[in-house]
């Protein structure tokens, strides 16, 4: 483990104003932080209950850190208290890692924080100076992940989030989509697993294209609630007082002149996806509370996790902008199918992140890299980024090791061949008996493996497995 800012390569920009760390408490009169403790830091104290609050919630953002000091809550209820608390973190500020501070032996609260997403649980006896060390750490992996985005309901404009794609196998994958997808204006699909990169392949077409000037703005309809939606992507023109108005420009006028990138788009509502198809026809949009069409400029890249025509069949979505969107379709492959790749990406992300880092990392070591190529990545290319983003913070040696990135060191043989060919035939062998054991129905067993049909469908491709029972 790195041992503090020296170690690490602090920057100067963040040495110059103290880490902004919020302690959750349940109550402020139980809680055993002293604020001695965080003297390098800047702590604003707030009850777990004031969490629940919109005001609190906007706020989330501002912060570097978030320490929830769970002794201070009445153990008949401090398991609830923690799940509430840190599903709200989550669900409000992903980017933010919450640390919890537990007593020694209470498991049962270490456990209810790890399940609720805590990116570490410290015992007291840990305290102080592993303490700050984490949330050091914790504060470092958040300016990795960029500026937060502004809060819902801020009077902030949206604006693009991201800065410099990577480029890494892009001309080779530009080529297998067709390198005139970026230059045209017509919508685009793109589908695939959860964390494959979806995002980053419609930054590095948006970045390719005659649009490249003008700004990307991305929208995740599965994280915004549906009631403000519709606000968030066509803005609001609601008056307030006559001759006045409280105007808001929404995700599409930002985009105007750019590109448009519409995560989740199998969760948007039917009456939004009928606005939706509605600007792909005229390209005007109308705010929620107004009259007047806006005509814009915007291209529109959709993405997806699910089989829309499946979600067309059971009424949940539009056929027709279903059809406008898939005129140019790009699927991306897990990262587990994508082996050549794997390294590659880890250096890249490597050397972006010992770069804002300020860390003087000579690269993986070998083993390092075996364990890269061994690992399943579920959580495919986000996951990669984070163990990365995890190794730069963590490293203590010029190079990387599997422990930095949190993966077991592989064998490199097994009895019967490699260890990823001895996983691919357990693979291949399971697909096999759940198809027989249901009569080839592939629904059926997607559910008996405990897996998406999409993803039995991505297995059977991959192990060259008929869709049909063979005669």
Same mark, same amino acid.
């Given at each position: 483990?790195?041992?503090?800012?020296?170690?690490?390569?602090?920057?100067?920009?963040?040495?110059?104003?103290?880490?902004?760390?919020?302690?959750?408490?349940?109550?402020?009169?139980?809680?055993?932080?002293?604020?001695?403790?965080?003297?390098?830091?800047?702590?604003?104290?707030?009850?777990?209950?004031?969490?629940?609050?919109?005001?609190?919630?906007?706020?989330?953002?501002?912060?570097?850190?978030?320490?929830?000091?769970?002794?201070?809550? /009445?153990?008949?209820?401090?398991?609830?208290?923690?799940?509430?608390?840190?599903?709200?973190?989550?669900?409000?500020?992903?980017?933010?890692?919450?640390?919890?501070?537990?007593?020694?032996?209470?498991?049962?609260?270490?456990?209810?924080?790890? *399940?609720?997403?805590?990116?570490?649980?410290?015992?007291?006896?840990?305290?102080?100076?592993?303490?700050?060390?984490?949330?050091?750490?914790?504060?470092?992996?958040?300016?990795?992940?960029?500026?937060?985005?502004?809060?819902?309901?801020?009077?902030?404009? /949206?604006?693009?989030?991201? =800065?410099?794609?990577?480029?890494?196998?892009?001309?080779?994958?530009?080529?297998?989509?067709?390198? %005139?997808?970026?230059?045209?204006?017509?919508?685009?699909?793109?589908?695939?697993?959860?964390?494959?990169?979806?995002?980053?392949?419609?930054?590095?077409?948006?970045?390719?294209?005659?649009?490249?000037?003008?700004?990307?703005?991305?929208?995740?309809?599965?994280?915004?609630?549906?009631?403000?939606?519709?606000? =968030?992507?066509?803005?609001?023109?609601?008056?307030?007082?006559? %001759?006045?108005?409280?105007?808001? $420009? %929404?995700?599409?006028?930002?985009?105007?002149?750019?590109?448009?990138?519409?995560?989740?788009?199998?969760?948007?509502?039917?009456?939004?996806?009928?606005?939706?198809?509605?600007?792909?026809?005229?390209?005007?949009?109308?705010?929620?509370?107004?009259?007047?069409?806006?005509?814009?400029?915007?291209?529109?890249?959709?993405?997806?996790?699910? *089989?829309? $025509?499946?979600?067309?069949?059971?009424?949940?979505?539009?056929?027709?902008?279903?059809?406008?969107?898939?005129?140019?379709?790009?699927?991306?492959?897990?990262?587990? =199918?994508?082996?050549? *790749?794997?390294?590659?990406?880890?250096?890249?992300?490597?050397? $972006?992140?010992?770069?804002?880092?300020?860390?003087?990392?000579? %690269?993986?070591?070998?083993?390092?890299?075996?364990?890269?190529?061994?690992?399943?990545?579920?959580?495919?290319?986000?996951?990669?980024?984070?163990?990365?983003?995890?190794?730069?913070?963590?490293?203590?040696?010029?190079?990387?090791?599997?422990?930095?990135?949190?993966?077991?060191?592989?064998?490199?043989?097994?009895?019967?061949?490699?260890?990823? #060919?001895?996983?691919?035939?357990?693979?291949?062998?399971?697909?096999?008996?759940?198809?027989?054991?249901?009569?080839?129905?592939?629904?059926?067993?997607?559910?008996?493996? #405990?897996?998406?049909?999409? =993803?039995?469908?991505?297995?059977?491709?991959?192990?060259?497995?008929?869709?049909?029972?063979?005669?």
């Amino acid at each position: 483990m790195p041992a503090d800012a020296g170690a690490t390569g602090t920057r100067p920009q963040d040495a110059e104003r103290p880490l902004r760390v919020l302690l959750l408490v349940g109550d402020p009169r139980q809680s055993r932080v002293a604020h001695a403790l965080l003297a390098d830091c800047s702590v604003e104290t707030v009850s777990t209950t004031a969490l629940a609050s919109e005001e609190m919630r906007e706020r989330l953002a501002s912060f570097d850190a978030l320490l929830l000091d769970a002794e201070s809550v /009445p153990l008949h209820v401090r398991r609830g208290v923690v799940r509430n608390a840190l599903s709200r973190v989550a669900e409000r500020e992903p980017q933010l890692r919450p640390i919890v501070l537990a007593a020694q032996g209470d498991t049962e609260t270490a456990r209810a924080a790890a *399940d609720a997403g805590a990116w570490d649980v410290l015992a007291r006896e840990d305290v102080p100076g592993e303490l700050i060390r984490r949330l050091r750490a914790a504060a470092r992996l958040r300016r990795l992940q960029g500026p937060p985005a502004p809060a819902q309901g801020a009077p902030q404009e /949206p604006e693009a989030v991201a =800065e410099g794609a990577p480029s890494i196998g892009s001309e080779r994958r530009m080529s297998a989509w067709g390198r %005139g997808v970026a230059a045209t204006d017509v919508p685009m699909l793109i589908t695939g697993e959860r964390g494959t990169g979806k995002q980053l392949a419609a930054l590095a077409i948006h970045e390719r294209s005659p649009r490249a000037h003008g700004p990307f703005i991305p929208i995740d309809c599965a994280v915004i609630p549906r009631e403000r939606i519709e606000v =968030e992507l066509f803005g609001r023109e609601s008056p307030v007082v006559a %001759g006045t108005t409280d105007a808001r $420009r %929404g995700r599409f006028e930002a985009a105007d002149g750019g590109t448009l990138y519409v995560a989740a788009i199998d969760e948007l509502p039917l009456r939004l996806q009928a606005g939706l198809l509605h600007f792909l026809g005229h390209r005007v949009v109308e705010r929620v509370g107004g009259h007047a069409p806006i005509r814009l400029d915007v291209r529109v890249i959709a993405a997806t996790e699910r *089989d829309l $025509r499946s979600a067309v069949e059971r009424g949940e979505f539009l056929e027709d902008l279903g059809d406008r969107l898939a005129v140019f379709r790009v699927h991306l492959p897990p990262l587990r =199918e994508r082996g050549e *790749d794997i390294a590659m990406l880890a250096r890249w992300y490597l050397d $972006r992140s010992a770069r804002q880092e300020g860390r003087a990392l000579e %690269g993986f070591s070998e083993a390092a890299i075996a364990a890269l190529r061994a690992a399943r990545w579920p959580g495919n290319v986000r996951e990669l980024i984070d163990r990365v983003h995890r190794a730069v913070v963590m490293a203590e040696g010029p190079r990387v090791t599997p422990a930095d990135l949190g993966l077991a060191e592989p064998r490199a043989e097994t009895g019967n061949g490699t260890l990823r #060919g001895a996983q691919s035939r357990a693979e291949s062998e399971s697909v096999w008996s759940a198809l027989r054991r249901t009569g080839w129905n592939l629904s059926e067993a997607a559910r008996a493996l #405990g897996i998406s049909r999409a =993803e039995l469908s991505d297995l059977m491709h991959r192990h060259r497995i008929p869709e049909r029972a063979s005669d």
